[in-house]
């Protein structure tokens, strides 16, 4: 692990007496050999172990240990839970985070002579048997998205088992504590002892907008020390990363630009090619998984999003983590904290909803030290991302790859043969919404939308618009919109 932003700080072995021998030792088998500078910062800079803190550091640079080690040896130096009792409560925003986090932490502990269980509560699971092995086991430390957790504490035998927590850990701290997830975050901080018991608290992310500041006193007492490996002047991604960006003339031409630009980057890097390309909706990405199984079948495709079920999410998690190559089409339900090993690419179709969600997506690269390379793909309206967003290293594309894309309709159109219509209806149908929420950004008013939902649905082969319930539309905000075609697809199909 070196380069980059992974300047490497002290070897482990230098905190013989701070951190116990058998965490020590479980570092040595898992190969953190050196700390990474938010480890080190962390491990070396916190007033005490227990102390609150606020920390930043670059996506792919171990912020998981940097949580877990200093929380682990607080217990370990004689402030362990009764047995059974729930020690340290880690948050994070997504599933498969919370199982990546559980691992990290079970292979720290696994030397400690005495088993410190790791439990994770997340949905998608079935609540029953989850509750029966937290409850049947003696989980010191507990991963959690804040959904299930939330949903368990409503049972006073859960609750009861955090009457000693010592350590609550928001990991995605900024995305844990926006408008999505606070009122559950606030339900769950209802049902456990109060902060004045004294609990610590640790906030961790690679992006800490101003507004976090503002909401952070929920979990951190005031004087908190705010901790960060990111210097203001530099660019908030992970440097070694190249980035760019392609800007075709309309949507019509993103597939095509998506497909040569695969090809353009493989033809480059064709050695354990692994790449991520995010979508803007679960539906939109499952698509873009049909369409290009049919138009690159020499390249492993995988897909992850939340229109798949949590078993296949998790067996697809674990497959593209193994890859030594393919191409994972995914949503933002692993756009942050998601360590895929040896990602080279990340490619963006379409507008990121925030600067910090393209910052953390191309953290999904360049890992651990690694190089990287990212490329967003967009069409004229979302051109202004790039022009409003001047931190960010943006250059242009530069291959002139999108000189000429109509030479490719006839390859789309044949890939698009294959995909089923109700698939092209349920991303048309998630287009619309998505892009309802950025009219302004994009310039669009909601006529100016459907029509462009139309051109995007016409890319895909669709005769017409695909039907759309009059209750989805008027949900939507699209009531009496002229394009859209009102009606129900079960009826045209029957
Ligand atoms: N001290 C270390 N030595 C070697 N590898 C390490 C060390 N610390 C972490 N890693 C590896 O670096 C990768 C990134 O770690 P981690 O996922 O904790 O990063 P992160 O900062 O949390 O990233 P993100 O911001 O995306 O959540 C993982 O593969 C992890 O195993």
Redesign the pocket.
């Known amino acids: ?1 070196a380069g980059g932003d992974l300047k490497l700080a002290r070897p482990y072995a230098t905190l013989a007496g701070t951190l116990d021998k058998a965490l020590l030792e479980g570092l040595t088998k898992m ?2 050999e ?3 500078p938010v ?1 080190q910062k962390v491990l070396t800079e916190l007033p005490t172990l227990s102390s609150d803190c606020l920390v930043q ?1 670059k ?7 940097a949580f877990l080690l200093p929380t682990i040896q607080n217990l370990l130096q004689g402030n362990i839970p009764p047995r059974g009792k729930v020690g340290i409560l880690v948050l994070c925003p997504t599933r498969e985070l919370a199982l990546q986090i559980a691992k990290e932490c079970d292979q720290i502990t696994a030397c400690l002579p005495r088993k410190m269980e790791c439990h994770t509560a997340f949905g998608g699971t079935a609540r029953a048997s989850n509750l029966k092995k937290f409850l049947g086991g003696s989980p010191t430390i507990l991963v959690a998205t804040p959904g299930r957790l939330d949903d368990i504490l409503g049972e006073k035998e859960v609750r009861d088992r955090f009457d000693s927590i010592k350590t609550v850990v928001l990991d995605e701290a900024d995305r844990m504590l926006d408008q999505g997830f606070a009122p559950q975050i606030n339900s769950i901080l209802k049902r456990i002892p109060p902060k004045s018991d004294g609990w610590q608290g640790m906030c961790f992310s ?1 992006t800490l907008p101003d507004r976090v500041n503002d909401v952070v006193k929920c979990v951190l007492f005031p004087g908190y020390t705010s901790l960060s490996t990111i210097d203001p002047n530099e660019a908030p991604t992970v440097a070694n990363v190249p980035q760019f960006s392609i800007t075709v003339p309309s949507i019509k031409q993103t597939f095509a630009a998506l497909y040569v630009l695969i090809q353009s980057e493989h033809k480059q890097n064709p050695k354990d090619f692994k790449a991520v390309v995010f979508g803007t909706t679960a539906n939109g990405v499952g698509l873009l998984y049909d369409l290009f199984q049919n138009l690159l079948p020499q390249f492993k495709t995988f897909e992850l999003h939340s229109r798949l079920s949590q078993t296949s999410r998790t067996k697809t998690t674990n497959q593209f983590k193994d890859a030594a190559s393919g191409i994972l089409f995914a949503s933002d339900v692993v756009g ?2 998601m ?1 895929f ?1 040896n990602v080279g690419l990340v490619i963006q179709l379409g507008l990121p909803s925030s600067t910090e969600q393209y910052i ?1 997506r191309v ?1 999904r690269t360049a ?2 030290g690694k190089d990287g390379r990212a490329v967003m793909v967009l069409f004229e309206n979302e051109a202004f991302f790039v022009n409003v967003n001047k931190t960010l290293p943006i250059k242009p594309y530069p291959a002139e790859i999108i000189s000429d894309l109509t030479q490719y309709n006839p390859t789309i159109e044949q890939g698009f043969m294959g995909v089923d219509e109700e698939a092209k209806a349920k991303a048309y149908q998630a287009f619309l919404g998505y892009n309802k929420t950025y009219l302004k950004k994009l310039r669009l008013d909601a006529k100016g939308l459907v029509q462009l939902a139309n051109q995007y649905a016409e890319a895909m082969g669709c005769p017409e618009p695909p039907l759309i319930e009059k209750r989805t539309v008027g949900k939507m905000g699209l009531k009496g919109v002229p394009g859209l075609r009102i009606g129900s697809r079960r009826e045209e199909a029957s």
């Open positions: 692990m190969g953190f050196y700390m990474t480890q550091a996506t792919g640079t171990g912020k998981t240990a690679a942050r904290g360590d090993p953390h953290g890992r651990a």
